[in-house]
């Protein structure tokens, strides 16, 4: 796919105010960033604005805040200024007088993070007066929010019509390795889908059925299609919406050329619990009062053989409840599978990618998505309304017109 949008590499930012749409929402606990896996990746789009002397304005949202005292971008601040080795000022909001100041009294080279987008309610309403405030702050637009793509709010789309607008680095990157992979796979083409519901992911499974050769279900999802074939699942999370979906798979799955695999074997347990009594059976059936938590040995074999031998492998959802040890060997076997596998390898999913850092496998994948709800729905074919509002500047129209 031809590239219609302007790279940050080819924006004429120096001496410019350039604002810049992150993707710093990070996990917290406790007021404490958890991961901060997402600035990490949004660094070298920074670093590359900074070479350039440009006047960096970061903007990123942070969690859902209820108010103004909650979720204040004040520890990414910190970690940001730790990780660029530079000071980060903090805005005192995300518009207004004071933040135009700042904004206006930026030297080259220097950094400013806005606070959290979301505490302006026109941010996730795309209001078109939030989005030319913060068109006034620079005078580009670089949008490197490749998690946040999948919205059309203010920091995101909006403002892309008000600024000549260009991809960061992260966002390009991600764009092209997914694409690459939707469109153009090395095959064979083998994708381990697993997770919590089938809802989440049966655009990505519907797609998939048309391009990939294998599909691999593990997951809480496999109940569905247990279930939808008639057998029991016992107290397993069943999604009850997820067994018509599931049917309606199975059916699609039958005229397809690609192979869907289900679960042969399961790892059950008499509660949801890392001490619950674990029993590995010989097949699907969930006793009553038992649930399955995770894929079999046997399965996990299988699966992992199937990966091995792919040339491009696309894992998005934990093969089972692995944030418990007893039920983490099957998702540690795909990840296993996938990090030693010689094809080409990208996973997608926030839980996906904390297990591969939990297993110590982060490192050894061809690329690791940032972007849960955008990477499935960029892999299911959808348009990101972050990504068109960059083919759609007005600047470059003028520019090639
Ligand atoms: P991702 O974020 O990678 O897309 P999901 O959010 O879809 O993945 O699902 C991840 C969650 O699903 C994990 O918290 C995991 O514990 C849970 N899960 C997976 N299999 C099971 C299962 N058999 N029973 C209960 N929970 C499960
Ligand atoms: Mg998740």
Excluded at 24 to 53: H, Y
Excluded at 297 to 310: F, G, L, N, Q, S
Excluded at 362 to 382: F, I
């Amino acid at each position: 796919m031809a590239q219609d949008f302007r790279s940050v590499r080819e924006a004429p930012a120096e001496g410019k105010r350039v604002l810049v749409r992150a993707d710093l929402n990070v996990p917290l606990a406790d007021g404490e960033i958890a991961d901060d896996t997402r600035i990490k990746a949004a660094l070298p789009t920074i670093q590359l604005l900074l070479k350039q002397d440009a006047k960096v304005i970061l903007v990123s949202h942070l969690g859902r805040p209820k108010s103004r005292d909650e979720l204040s971008m004040r520890p990414v601040r910190d970690r940001l200024a730790r990780h660029l080795s530079v000071p980060v000022e903090l805005a005192p909001g995300v518009v207004g007088e004071d933040v135009s100041a700042s904004a206006a009294a930026l030297e080259p080279g220097q950094v400013l993070l806005l606070e959290n987008s979301r505490w302006e309610g026109g941010e996730t309403q795309n209001d078109p007066g939030l989005a030319s405030a913060l068109g006034e702050l620079a005078d580009i637009y670089v949008n490197d929010a490749f998690g946040a793509a999948h919205r059309a709010h203010a920091t995101t789309e909006g403002v892309a019509h008000n600024l000549p607008a260009y991809a960061g680095l992260l966002l390009e990157r991600e764009l092209s390795e997914l694409t690459a992979l939707r469109d153009d796979p090395k095959r064979p083409l083998v994708v381990a889908l697993g997770g919590a519901k089938v809802s989440d992911k049966v655009g990505v499974l519907r797609r998939f059925l048309e391009l990939a050769d294998t599909v691999l279900i593990g997951g809480a999802m496999c109940f569905s299609f247990f279930r939808a074939r008639g057998v029991s699942a016992g107290d397993s999370l069943v999604e009850e919406e997820g067994i018509g979906l599931a049917e309606e798979v199975l059916e699609a799955a039958e005229h397809s050329d690609c192979e869907l695999l289900l679960p042969t074997d399961l790892v059950i347990a008499d509660s949801f619990a890392a001490d619950a009594e674990r029993k590995e059976i010989d097949g699907i059936e969930v006793p009553d009062d038992w649930l399955g938590l995770d894929i079999g040995p046997e399965t996990t074999k299988r699966y992992a053989d199937a990966i091995a031998d792919a040339g491009s492998v696309l894992w998005n959802g934990p093969m089972g409840a692995f944030e418990m040890e007893p039920f983490a060997a099957g998702t540690r076997g795909v990840a296993e599978a996938v990090a030693s596998a010689s094809g080409h390898t990208v996973v997608g999913g926030g839980d996906s990618a904390a297990a591969l850092v939990a297993f110590g496998l982060d490192q050894e994948v061809d690329w690791l998505s940032t972007g849960g709800g955008a990477s499935l729905e960029l892999l299911e074919g959808k348009d990101l309304p972050g990504v068109v509002a960059l083919k759609d500047d007005d600047a470059q129209e003028e520019d090639s017109g």
